[in-house]
């Protein structure tokens, strides 16, 4: 399924889209459809620094374990709770319901380091499967 | 063993007694036993309240003696009659594979027979009964088997010294990493020495006991042979390299034949190397880590040394180490002194370089007498032939496979071989744990699957030497059935298993709403 | 061997196999070959290894002797149906139950340990089994660091000094702090400072044992749990002797979050330390952080109940160097005689049993304390170990020793870790410690104390 537009996407399958400058982070379509069943995910603590590209917590199917890369730095302002009752939110709608957490992106410039939403489609095919 | 699948089918859709499996082999009583069907309740769904057995005399009451401020008001527990209690338990060991039911070739795991004599041995009231802090002088029996295993261990492995303390693999693992960061730290570079290099194929334990003494974990790819590649490992050792954590034969059952070479490497880029002991099954008598320049390792005597796994443990993993690591094992230390009349057995508990207890108590010692009944039942050249017959039995299973499922390095073999269902998969659908599930069906366990990480849709196989030829034939024959029954009808397999009291189980639900007891 | 193969097996074997030899097999490169005959000894028939393997065993000569050791690893009465359902092969041969569906029955067994031991704790959640108790301290501490973020451990003086010790070679590994609450006058943990020590934010968890290592029962008060509350640290509740749970209040009425310890004393032989089982149990906030194996229960695809290892992404061989702990094979056997032991007594069977405790231990306290010279080391309420203070110009060591002398093991020297107390012994009793044994003790204490007597005079 192509990438809906507006949004901002990393090489690590997370999506970012931005809101002045807060940015919501989540994982691509492409993402959960390949980590299958998602059964937990762990995320930063509301107030603690990210930086762009860090590890910053896990996605958790029933036998696999995917680290989460923030696509943007600065500081977390929100997470969703939601997904502590209902993981599945992240594999039924990951740009809507599944979003992960908002960021007070530090430099608006790291929105150059992100690709379109082409690009990304673009990888997700040169990758094959 | 992990079993690590992509992702699980749900079996929702599972016709199940329709299907019946029609490729199937007559196996006779080489199958485990067929578990009885229907639901068994809790404990804490039967039971009355009263129903109590008369085990204890009655007597005062717990207020005569304490405050009512530190007593328990309820206690929730059922009563049951004993015989509710045994048609219970027994019940549910009836719901339970093991190796006395049946086939079990469970990789890296060595399932082999536990001889009866060695749980007898350990239950002799001389073992059971006597209390860890007996005084030494009256404890001379259990050091004397503590001392006399730790020395056979060593002779067998090539190693200075084995101390017993550890309670499993993982457990020796941390022993051992902590005995390196003791080393490095009196040489004064333990703040340089930060990584612990693991191969991938290695177990998780590996580079998660690295992580719990801080180190930094480097993962080294297999090279086209599926080892260690010496100019790989070469391009990752530094001045920071504290540990090179190796499995010999790898999980692949493959002999790392160039360790001699990689253990110089490290040795000269100042580093130790670890023996995972997982696999020992595979040499044991016929080589020695020692020899091959290890300065610390482990062993698994639940797998080696016929101790029972017990559904999980309790294990014992002794960790051995070089002559200059001696000082660093934890505490105690069984000491024997001579020159009395006879040798005096003591716990040395004095030992200012150690790392420190790793438990409670000194060892898993109920497990020490087992594991020593077993060497002296065997004897040195019995040990010896044991592993070569266990190299013998994974080579034949290997090459009656081979035109059924990949064998993705086929050549000799240790224990244990890979196979992968990769190609069937591309063909069928039907994948590795498909092939698991179906072996459920017809009465054998399913070898490790998913492990190791770097064979995709991979069975490791490990027959041990305690099984019969007939065994093994019966087993070919059966997976040659499966991969058959998936050309012709893959859903017959895809939707196994179909015979076992439940069928494939909602994972999902299972970590999504987790229920980890009644209520 | 318990090799099965015939020579005709092996030579039709190898001829499959295409390899001359079994040791053609086994080749390694000359470098790394064995150099020479191992020295190990010869193989002996089962006759003679029952022999060799008992002659071991006698030489335990404790045996023969009245015991009062307790510390840690306690002897009590094991009905025969929790051995013989227990050493079921069914039981004792299997693996992980990995493949749930042909391992419904220990799963079961597993999820039903896990409601015990939560029943009796009163909290949450509970693991399959860790090593042992102290293991089980390292383990919470480390979920407690996990938790919090936080890199320092308080933990009470009156906590078995094992586990301590235990608990001080993972941190030393995980570079985390380990410091230590003193001790009252009453033998409990001087939490009056707490509030005090708590107020820089700097500890993760705050580890309390009750009963503690001398017997007394140590939970903190109202004042020492608003302390710990307010500052964010988690308590631990370590429990060295389970039976205690059948009598005191559980961890979770004094606030632990988490709940550690050993459960040996429910039918797991002393044999020599272990095996033994530990167990955790927290709030279900910790789900995630829980080290080892957990067992859940789910549904098949038809909508059966089954039960499976569950939340497995925890755990090394999917996070690998990223796990909550490293620990694979735990103690699921043991864990499985406790739970059948717990079902074959019952509520009933285990309030009965730890009140005999109680009851026993106070009469020798009382019997003891009638010897001229020994008294009560501390004042606090014990469960079933009480500390005896041995007379002024001797030594618990010097009494324990002339003790054995009569063939009695009369407790642990607490000189051996407290050098302060110096003079005190510690000394279990247990629902099998009978009238006359205790007399047996009272009346050598008696003439230990005669005898010394004489030798001053002489
Ligand atoms: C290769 C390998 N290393 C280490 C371990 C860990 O040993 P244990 O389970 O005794 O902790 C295992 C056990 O499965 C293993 O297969």
Known sequence: MPQPEGLLYSKEHEWAKFDGDVATVGITDYAQNSLGDIVYVELPRVGSAVAQFASIGVVESVKAVSDLFSPVGGEVVEDNATLEADPAAVNRDPYGAGWLYKVKVSDLAQRGLLMSAADYDAMVAATGT | MPETPAKETRASEVTRLTNAVTSDVSTGDLRGSTQPAGQVPLIFETGETGRANRYFPNGRSLEEFLPAHVLRGALPLPDNSELEVVRHFTKLSQRTFSIDTGFYPLGSCTMKYNPKVNDAMANLPGFRDLHPFAPDELAQGALAVMYDLQSYLAELFGMAQFSLNPAAGAHAELAALLIAKAHFAKRGTSKER??????????????????????????????ARGRVGVEDLRAVLGPDTAVCMMTNPNTLGLFEDRIHEIAAAVHEAGGLMYYDGANANALMGNARPGDMGFDLMHLNLHKTFSIPHGGGGAGHGPVGVAEHLVEFLPTPVVTRRTGGEQPAYALDFERPASIGPMRSFWSNFAHAVRALTYILANGGEGLGEISRLAVLNANYLRVKLRDVLEIPYDEVCRHEFVASAQPLKRATGVRALDIAKALLDRGFHAPTIYFPLLVPECLMIEPTETESKETLDAFAATLRAIVEAARTDPESVTEAPVRTLVGRLDETRAARQPNLRWS | MYTPHTQSDIEQMLETVGVPTLEALLRVPDAVALKRRLDLPEALPETLLVERLNAYALQNKALGHTSFLGAGAYRHYCPPVVGSLAMRGEFLTAYTPYQAEVSQGYLQAIYEWQTYVCLLTGLDIANASVYDGATALAEGAIMAVNATGRRAILVSKAVHPNYRAVLRTYAHGMELEVEELPLAADGTTDVAKLDAKLADKRFAAVALQSPNFFGAIDVPGAAARAALASSGTIPIAVVAEAMSLGALAPPAAWGAQ????????????????????????????????????????????????????????????????????????????????????????????????????????????????????????????????????????????????????????????????????GRCMLTAATELTTDAEIEQLGRALEAIVAERKEAVRA
């Open chain 2, 194 to 223: 930060t990584t612990v290099i693991v191969p991938d194929t290695a177990h998780g334990t590996n580079p998660a006991s690295a992580a719990m003494v801080g180190y930094k974990v480097v993962s080294l790819k297999s090279d």
């Open chain 3, 258 to 421: 988490i709940a550690v310890g050993e459960a040996q004393s429910f039918g797991v032989a002393v044999a020599y330390g272990g095996p033994y089982v530990g167990f955790i149990a927290a709030g279900t906030e910790h789900m995630r952080r829980i080290p080892g194996r957990l067992v859940g229960r789910t549904v098949d695809g038809e909508g059966r109940p089954a039960y499976t290892l569950t939340l497995q992404a925890r755990e090394q061989h999917i996070r690998r160097e990223k796990a909550t702990s490293n620990i694979c094979t735990n103690q699921a056997h043991c864990a499985l005689i406790a739970t059948i032991y717990l079902a074959a007594l019952g509520a009933s069977g285990l309030r009965r049993c730890a009140t005999l405790n109680v009851e026993r231990a106070h009469a020798l306290a009382e019997r003891v304390a009638r010897v001229p010279g020994f008294t009560r080391a501390f004042s606090a309420p014990s469960f079933n170990e009480v500390a005896i203070e041995v007379p002024h110009g001797m030594t618990a060591g010097g009494v324990l020793a002339a003790l054995q002398e009569k063939r009695i093991l009369g407790g642990v020297d607490l000189g051996r870790w407290y050098p302060e107390f």
